[in-house]
């Protein structure tokens, strides 16, 4: 093979990490403006009611402050009645910032302190009074289960469908089977907390046009939502986020800060950036507190029977869902399935996708249960997981495009040494404390969505690639590179890919693990139409070499078109001929719907996990973790190794750390900081592998690529839950497992 051929599927190092680490990335809060303003956010202490009275005439004769927007004073917007603001609005009317004087949740925007600096502004939002008349609230899901409901259905439903319907009789199954297993599982909200806070930048141009600097996953998306909110049209506005500081999912939506910093820009027809602090940063979509309770059967070592419930939590004024339940039969051939999934409305603001949204939450409550089965049957889980496998999807009857679980089973069980398992809860310790190894798989839906590219080259032979989509952390500006370079024959140092600008072409908000496919079709499409330019460019301008030549024939590599046996033309020569020296090609990734629709299409993973556990303080350590992957095609072994690192290392986070700590007498978050929202740092961290088998998979897109940014995260949190569990013989199914949890000898509390 060419060299050029061999990017993709090679560790490529970031194009964008010289620009992280020597600190010349930019991000939103960073970019300057002559005679900015700064906004400063005042956020309600309360959780339900009305703001009765707000003193803003102190506060505006401090030196510096220019004006004080609220409810009482904003300016007339567009969306009055508009319900899909963005994106990734669920069914219902989404939160309007400084729309009335209701108050919906803690820490709702109420007003926006404008001011010629920073501290300025701070400063006056810290003595701005205002009064509030308090009304009764809820925000603990397990004190209203009672509340609970079915959600709406909307344009979200498609890529969130609720549970399929009952198959069989669930209930006579279970009482008829060998063993059975379950409980209630439940875990609170948790924020997503990226690095990069909140922010937007927003540059009043003098024809009234805005070019903003966002912190988010979707410029155009973004954009979209400036265009609706405010009534403006596309062409007037220009989202930019070339750096994203880390999402995972809290930028899908458009965030309150850019509403304000907007409302403000337009307002005083100035540029003004609004940036959230970390406090601020628990005051909008979380990962929704969920209740689920879970009861398998098996006979035989076979599953006859799985019931799987969850109540999830949402606003008031939206229905987010989450697919929570919808998995265990996905991967459990059952002929009696009884699933149902609920929400319950609290004065909460909607709760946000956060990696894995539903599946991570789900699959916990799966994977420990059928641990638990396989426990009570005697049979090693591996084996117990191998005896229930199909590469039929049940709860569909379609065949996975591809599905090498089975090989992740295997490679990551070698990997770990799990034939050394004594499978005997409490048998094994180490140093005085309790060993346990625990197991769990994984799956998480591979999509694919629409977009475009565009790829330019130019006669000075370089190859530029653009799409609107986002690089939250991922890779993404990495492998488009690989990939472009790849498809078009030439070296990557003569490629350039440019992202992060609503100007370039549609690419919708980066999440769901769909962008690798989504965004890289639309690269592969656009590269294709260029090659299929260039030839038909050098047919006319080199007739002489390709004259009798078909496009079937011709090569690109090594930046030149060739003929076999001839030494061909340099691309660049080819683009020489044209009048303006360049050659541009514009396309629309394809969907292969027809063969998608016989398809389920998902990325598997197998996980391993050893902890220690102290019985006489309760805590736990996770020594060391092996993840096997299975997602089709990986594109940067690399890039793709760190999303499952970070997956994984959110799995501990999740399994045993985080957990945002709401005073429901206030409903109030009560550690919303980085301090006391207990994330892990690199002492509880050891030894984690990643294996990605092979898996090839011609169905699921062009390229075989299913995407990594979710499955790392799923199996894990199980995973440690399960090695507890064989540490201890204790099975704790609440999250996050701490320290009190593990100690605890009683069943946990009902409710
Ligand atoms: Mo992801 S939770 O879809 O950013």
Request: contains cysteine; positive net charge.
């Given at each position: ?38 906004g400063y956010i005042v956020n309600s202490p309360i959780t339900r009611g009305r703001i009765t009275?707000i ?12 004006k004080i927007l609220t409810h009482e004073n904003r300016q007339n917007t567009a969306w009055m009645n508009l319900k899909y603001a963005d994106m990734d609005a669920p069914p219902g009317v989404p939160f309007k910032p400084l729309h009335d004087a209701t108050i919906r949740f803690n820490g709702q925007p109420v007003a926006l302190v404008i ?15 205002i009064?509030y008349a308090?009304e009764?609230h ?14 709406k259905?909307g344009l979200a ?41 909140f922010?937007s930048?927003v ?7 805005l070019?903003i600097?966002d912190?988010t996953?979707g410029?155009?998306n973004s954009q979209l939502y400036v265009k609706n909110v405010f009534g403006k049209?596309?062409?007037?506005v220009?989202v ?10 809290s930028g899908l939506r458009p965030q309150y800060q850019l509403f304000l910093a907007v409302l403000a820009a337009l307002d005083l027809?100035?540029?003004v950036?609004v940036?959230m602090?970390?406090?601020q940063?628990f005051t909008f979509g979380h ?27 949402t606003s008031r004024f939206e229905d987010y ?24 409305p609290l004065d909460v603001p909607t709760p946000t ?314 409903g ?84």
């Amino acid at each position: 093979m060419p060299r050029s051929d061999s990017y993709i599927g090679s560790p490529h190092s970031r194009v964008d990490g010289p620009a992280k680490v020597t600190g010349r990335a930019k991000y939103a809060a960073e970019y300057h403006h002559p005679g900015l303003l700064q906004g400063y956010i005042v956020n309600s202490p309360i959780t339900r009611g009305r703001i009765t009275a707000i003193h803003s005439g102190e506060v505006l004769k401090i030196p510096g402050v220019i004006k004080i927007l609220t409810h009482e004073n904003r300016q007339n917007t567009a969306w009055m009645n508009l319900k899909y603001a963005d994106m990734d609005a669920p069914p219902g009317v989404p939160f309007k910032p400084l729309h009335d004087a209701t108050i919906r949740f803690n820490g709702q925007p109420v007003a926006l302190v404008i001011a010629e600096s920073f501290e300025v502004a701070r400063y006056a939002a810290s003595v701005l009074r205002i009064d509030y008349a308090e009304e009764s609230h809820a925000t603990d899901v397990r004190t209203r289960l009672d509340e609970a409901r079915k959600p709406k259905k909307g344009l979200a439903t498609f890529l969130k469908p609720p549970p399929p319907k009952p198959k069989g009789k669930v209930e006579q199954a279970l009482a008829g089977a060998d063993v059975t297993a379950g409980g209630r599982f439940y875990h609170g909200i948790e924020h997503h907390n990226p690095m990069e806070l909140f922010a937007s930048t927003v540059i009043y141009e003098e024809d009234g046009k805005l070019t903003i600097f966002d912190k988010t996953q979707g410029t155009i998306n973004s954009q979209l939502y400036v265009k609706n909110v405010f009534g403006k049209s596309f062409k007037d506005v220009r989202v930019l986020a070339p750096y994203v500081g880390g999402a995972f999912g809290s930028g899908l939506r458009p965030q309150y800060q850019l509403f304000l910093a907007v409302l403000a820009a337009l307002d005083l027809q100035r540029s003004v950036r609004v940036t959230m602090n970390r406090h601020q940063m628990f005051t909008f979509g979380h990962r929704p507190a969920t209740v689920q309770h879970t009861n398998f059967g098996a006979t035989g070592g076979k599953v006859v029977a799985l019931q799987h419930d969850a109540i999830g939590e949402t606003s008031r004024f939206e229905d987010y869902t989450e697919i929570v339940v919808n998995w265990a039969n996905m991967v459990y051939p059952s002929p009696h399935v009884k699933l149902g999934y609920q929400l319950v409305p609290l004065d909460v603001p909607t709760p946000t996708d956060m990696r894995a949204p539903g599946g991570v939450t789900g699959q916990h409550a799966i994977e420990c249960t059928i641990d638990e089965l396989a426990h009570k049957a005697g049979v090693d889980p591996i084996e117990f997981r191998l005896k229930n496998y199909s590469l039929i999807n049940d709860a569909d009857g379609k065949p996975y495009s591809s599905k090498e679980l089975a090989e992740c089973f295997l490679q990551g069980a070698a990997q770990f040494g799990w034939k050394d398992r004594n499978p005997l809860p409490r048998s094994m310790t180490r140093n005085g404390k309790q060993v346990g190894w625990g197991m769990a798989s994984g799956i998480w839906e591979a999509m694919q969505v629409i977009a475009r590219a565009e790829a330019v080259l130019t006669a000075d032979g370089k190859l530029t690639v653009r799409s609107a989509v986002t690089d939250i952390g991922t890779g993404t500006w990495t492998i488009m590179t690989q990939l472009a370079a790849d498809c078009m024959g030439m070296n990557i140092e003569d490629v350039t890919f440019e992202l992060g600008d609503s100007r370039l072409p549609f690419a919708p908000i980066q999440g769901g693990s769909f962008t690798s496919s989504t965004v890289g079709v639309a690269v592969k499409a656009a590269c294709d139409g260029l090659k299929k330019k260039l030839f038909k460019r050098a047919v006319t301008s080199f007739p002489e070499r390709f004259g009798s030549t078909e496009f079937g024939e011709v090569n690109f590599s090594e930046g030149r078109l060739t003929v076999p046996g001839q030494e061909g033309v340099a691309l660049k020569d080819i683009v020489a001929t044209t009048k303006r020296g360049q050659l541009v090609s514009r396309n629309t990734g394809s969907l292969p719907l027809l063969k998608l629709r016989k398809v389920t299409r998902a990325a598997h993973s197998a996980a391993f996990v050893e902890v220690e556990v102290d019985e006489d303080f309760g805590h736990v350590k996770v020594t060391r973790a092996v993840t096997a992957v299975a997602a089709g095609k990986i594109m940067n072994p690399k890039t793709a190794r760190s999303q499952i690192l970070g997956g994984m290392v959110w799995g501990i986070s999740k399994a045993l750390r985080e957990e945002t700590i709401i005073d429901h007498r206030y409903g109030r978050v009560m550690n919303a900081n980085l301090a006391e929202y207990h994330t892990p740092v690199h002492a509880d961290i050891h030894q984690l592998d990643v294996i990605f088998v092979e898996e090839r998979d011609e169905i699921v897109n062009e390229l075989g690529v299913k995407g990594v940014g979710e499955i790392g995260i799923v199996g894990l949190v199980p995973a440690i839950a399960n090695a507890i569990f064989h540490a201890t013989g204790r099975r704790v199914r609440d999250l996050p497992i701490t320290l009190d949890k593990v100690m605890r000898q009683e069943e946990p509390r009902k409710n």
